[in-house]
């Protein structure tokens, strides 16, 4: 059963012996792919220009970021290949972002998905998501903004002569207006996302957020109504700022119907970003199949699949810190702590400098403890070595800050001051990890810092995507308005409170973390 399962797992991939894997690093992306150096380098390159578009339109700093926070893109097979990776039909790429590093896996072979959206669009959709929560960590924008303003950049076209295509309409939305606008503006500003079809959503908030930006008539409305929506005000009464929402709903559909216009960057407005290209180790290359399934997450039964495939690819590169680093992640998922164990100091003896290794060794151990009910402070300082050392490595690595405050979240340990600072720090850094988040906002309640808390909530109350982490956040909002950090934190501890259904069915693939290790 396994050789079979194993078999179709194998079939995914390149035989590695045949591979010829490169990795590119710019500023903020680090790119995976089976391709010559040129391709990889040029891959990398675009996807940096990309960045620089959104960073010069929204005037936000072009300063690299630490490696371990970089969005790492894996350039994976076909559609169908990435169909199989994500469990989904129908999906040209997807994003997954999370403290322990934010991936994207998008097809090497370029095509159109049934849905009419090229993997291109995708990523650049799914990357406006992580630049807007990096960089504007602490804002609670609506949701019909939220997907609006990633459908705005989407369409993006990066020409071969240097100019840049922005704002164009995002094509694969046109059966959304086929009978009409999809959705009023009315609606969009003020009534409830949750009750407006997905599509809607998606293609009304293009064409809003399209017409707020561009049209001089309803220049500045869009900053005023955030603000009023930032400051507490209901949706209804900030939306006050467009005057008669009848005539919003008629001016958006008659600026949709009137022809859009976009703008082309010229060559040279945009410059050339550095990338450093070099090409995989063999041990490295024998292992990209496992990276790739790895990274993208697994559950116990999936691991256990995958971990024939670990060992064997492993197997012949004992003394090599990445290999080893990976077989330790997987044996960590199927819940082999032991083994785990011992793969991360074979990784730490390679590398004293292996962050990985570090981080994985400290997880093992943690596991184990946990599974011992051993709760001795001894042992559990013992565990936080090795976050520590990785700490030590690279300070703007938010994994091992995280797992060092939860290494107090036993029976006995009340987390220090260094312990919640620590956490704070890597929510700072990994602001778009939203479990991560939801750890940092019961932190600020606890140490009744009302006003920040709420700030950090914000942003998952108001996500598409928050299913019941958004519904939770939402009741912590209004607790914290109504009863102070008491009432949330009674509410959140599971004390009696009037509660809207817990349902999670709205979730989607970008909130699926691999095994729930920073929940």
């Known amino acids: 059963m396994i050789r079979v399962a194993l078999a179709a797992l194998m079939a995914l991939w390149p035989v590695a012996a045949q591979a010829e894997w490169h990795e590119a690093r710019s500023d903020h992306f680090i790119v995976y792919a089976d391709d010559p150096a040129a391709e990889v380098a040029r891959y990398a390159e675009r996807l940096e220009r990309f960045d620089r578009v959104l960073r010069l339109l ?17 350039v994976t097979g076909d559609l169908s290949t990435i169909t199989k990776l994500v469990g989904q039909r129908n999906v040209a790429g997807f994003y997954i972002p999370r403290a322990a590093g934010s991936v994207a896996f998008v097809p090497e072979y370029s095509g159109i998905s049934t849905t009419g959206i090229d993997p291109q669009q995708v990523l650049f959709h799914e990357y406006t998501h992580h630049f807007m929560l990096s960089n504007w960590a602490e804002a609670a924008f609506p949701s019909w903004f939220v997907e609006g303003f990633a459908e705005f950049f989407a369409p993006t076209r990066l020409r071969d002569d240097g100019s840049i295509e922005v704002a164009r309409p995002p094509m694969y939305r046109a059966r959304q207006f086929q009978t009409g606008m999809p959705v009023s503006a009315t609606t969009l500003l003020t009534g409830d996302a949750n009750k407006i079809d997905r599509g809607a959503l998606y293609a009304g908030g293009w064409a809003l957020t399209h017409m707020m930006l561009l049209d001089s008539a309803r220049r500045g409305q869009m900053d005023q109504f955030m603000r009023a929506v930032a400051s507490g005000e209901s949706a209804t009464k900030a939306a006050a700022v467009f005057g008669d929402l009848t005539q919003l709903d008629r001016d958006l559909a008659r600026y949709v119907r009137s022809g859009l216009r976009y703008s082309i960057m010229p060559p040279g407005t945009i410059t050339k970003a550095d990338v450093t290209v070099r090409a995989l180790t063999r041990a490295e290359a024998a292992m990209m199949p496992v990276r790739i399934r790895a990274k993208r997450g697994v559950d116990r039964a999936q691991a256990l699949t995958l971990l024939p495939l670990a060992q064997r690819a492993a197997a012949p ?3 090599d810190a990445t290999a080893q680093a990976l077989l330790t992640e997987v044996e960590y998922d199927a819940g082999n702590f032991a083994a785990a164990e011992a793969a991360a100091r074979r990784a730490v003896a390679a590398d ?8 994985y060794l400290g997880r093992a151990q943690m596991a184990q403890a946990r599974a011992a009910r051993d709760t001795t402070p001894e042992r559990w300082r013992a565990v936080r070595k090795s976050f520590l050392a990785a700490n030590a490595i690279e300070n703007d690595d938010p994994e091992p800050l995280l797992l060092y405050y939860q290494t107090y979240q036993v029976p006995g340990q009340v987390p220090t001051a260094n312990a919640r600072d620590a956490l704070l720090r890597a929510h700072l850094l990994a602001p778009q990890d939203r479990g991560l988040r939801m750890q940092a906002a019961r932190v600020l309640l606890e140490t009744d810092r009302l006003d920040e808390a709420r700030r950090v909530l914000g942003p998952v109350a108001y996500s598409p995507h928050g299913g019941r982490s958004a519904v939770l956040a939402q009741q912590l909002i209004a607790l914290i308005d109504n009863g102070g950090a ?3 934190l009674d509410h959140w501890r599971g004390k009696p409170q009037p509660t809207t259904s817990d349902s999670d069915d709205d979730d989607d693939q970008d909130d699926k973390d691999k095994d729930g290790k920073t929940a």
């Open 58 to 74: 929204t005037k936000m700093p072009a300063e690299p970021i630490a490696v371990p926070n970089r969005v790492n893109v894996y």
């Open 352 to 359: 004293p400098k292996s962050v990985d290794g570090h981080t």
């Open 486 to 488: 008491k009432a949330a």
């Open 317 to 319: 590169y004992p003394n």
